[in-house]
């Protein structure tokens, strides 16, 4: 038997089908529920980008139950996409995706075109510089930087002090399991707190 690398390696004039990252397995996400359940995301084939698992996101979904419905949230890190899109999917009314990546950002944009994705809007910005333009309330957070980085307890302190966050405002937060929560806004109580693998997830309620 030869090994389809053995083979190409004894011909080497013979094209060989370029990448195609959208058409990766692995770069493609399902929303779990709402009126977009079933329906499949797909997302550059990014290093730095790391979804939040199918799991995660169902407990935590869960976890929000109906305060999902008509909140105005804000997915600040959004990468692929997936945790907005799942709210906007279970009734959100209004949905700011932030994130820096041009490739994301493209591929969300033309996510929610194809979608008809009421509601949501898609930024090009950096996630701690967009927090200290003018703020606007929301009802519900996702924060999901990248682990090796204190963007979590940035993030976190500039939504407290600017406005960012409404009278009872939801957070939902990841970092590294062994790490834990970096220290966080006195006004933010713990709700819930979960472990898949090497992820730490939380739902915190901010309450001034």
Excluded at 101 to 122: F, H, K, N, S
């Amino acid at each position: 038997m030869i090994r389809s690398g053995t083979l190409l390696a004894a011909l080497p004039n013979m094209p060989t089908a370029p990448r195609n990252p959208r058409g990766a397995q692995a770069r493609t996400l399902r929303i779990i529920g709402g009126r977009w359940r079933g329906r499949k995301l797909r997302f550059p084939e990014l290093d730095a980008l790391r979804p939040t698992p199918y799991r995660v996101r169902e407990t935590l979904f869960n976890w929000l139950g109906a305060d999902i419905c008509g909140a105005r949230c804000l997915d600040l890190f959004a990468g692929s996409g997936a945790l907005g899109l799942e709210a906007l999917s279970r009734g959100a009314a209004r949905v700011l995706f932030v994130e820096q990546g041009a490739a994301a950002v493209r591929d969300l944009r033309a996510t929610l075109d194809a979608w008809a994705g009421a509601g949501g809007e898609v930024r090009r910005a950096d996630a701690l510089a967009l927090l200290a333009g003018p703020p606007e309330p929301f009802d519900v957070v996702f924060l999901d930087p990248p682990f090796a980085s204190t963007l979590l307890a940035d993030a976190a302190s500039r939504l407290t002090q600017d406005g960012w966050l409404a009278p009872g405002a939801l957070i939902y937060a990841e970092a590294a399991a062994r790490a834990g929560l970096p220290p966080l806004p006195a006004s933010w109580q713990l709700l819930k707190a979960k472990q898949a693998g090497e992820v730490g997830y939380h739902l915190l309620r901010h309450e001034p």
